[in-house]
């Protein structure tokens, strides 16, 4: 709770330098992409790439922050590691209207949260390894009873959530509806990973890893089950899968030996494209809401940086920010 007594402080008294907007750039979003990013020192930026500004949103925080923008881009929820009860707190920035709320959750949990896309309802994975909702104007959370979870991610509809179960006990990728009556496994296998919905629901993206050889492939299933198609080459590591808003292509960071680099898959033709050509470690690749740009981390020794890219490939990457990024999240609308 101090820290956010200081937060408020901050917002009403600009001069105690603990928090600024970015006023009328935050404000407008259409036409005008932003990207939301933690960086070092503990704090948030939020990058206009219209006006090619990087606003100060938050800092001297209590840790490193995970955030992420709500579906409807009104607020921005920010998680962030409480030292005196050993949890994460997770916090709601309303921008438009100044504003900070602190979600009061009864069971603690261990991964970020995932948003529903009605906005009124996230989905978490607790310390217990169960998967949870909270919902937001009840401010009550239901428990599934489930154990070994993770990985959970909402369908487009809000109808349905993907989770990887874990474990000696029929481990693999699984469907199930929002109270938890009704789960059913598409795919049985203890090596998957990260499901992502495809934009229209009819999709689901996963790893699936070799771990012997160190490699991890991407696969494509049928929501309503079937066979998995491979859609990588099985000799490279691959990881931080994103599909693309329309649906045709994917984005993905691969390791090959030494080499790390950025692609994009072509769902269309099976064709791919590598982005980057470079051994640095690479992360959070992620598209903007309407396709145009790809955002990425390269975490280059002594030399780190967050870019983007316009997604068609016709111009080369532009650096964004000079720091060590921790996730990237760009606002909807």
Known sequence: MLRLTLWLMGWLLPSGGLLLVGGLLLGQRLHNPQLAYPAAGYQVFVYDLYHQRKISLLYRLDSIPIVNWLPDGSRLSVMLFNGDTGRFDLYLVDIANRKIENVLIEQAFNRFPAWSPDNLRFAFISDQN????????????????????????????????AYVREGADAPGLYLTDTTGTVQRQIVANSQLAAPVWSPDGQNLLYGLSIPDEGQ???????????????????????????????????????????????????????????????????????????????????????????????????APAELIDRTVGFNLAWRPG
């Open 130 to 161: 169960d998967l949870c909702i909270y919902t937001l104007a009840t401010a009550v959370q239901a428990c599934f009873g489930l154990q070994q979870i993770r990985d959970a991610a909402w369908s487009p509809d809000g109808r349905r959530l």
């Open 216 to 314: 991890r492939d991407l696969y494509l299933i049928a929501a309503h089950g079937g066979e998995p198609q491979r859609l990588t080459d099985g000799t490279r590591l691959v990881y931080d899968a994103t599909w693309s808003p329309d649906g045709t292509r994917i984005a993905y960071h691969a390791r090959y030996n030494e080499q790390i680099d950025t692609y994009i898959l072509n769902l269309n033709n099976h064709r791919e494209q590598r982005l980057t050509d470079d051994i640095f470690e690479k992360g959070g690749i992620r598209w903007s809401p309407d396709g145009s740009y790809l955002a990425y981390m390269s975490r280059l020794p002594l030399y780190p940086g967050i870019f983007w890219q316009i997604s068609d490939l016709t």
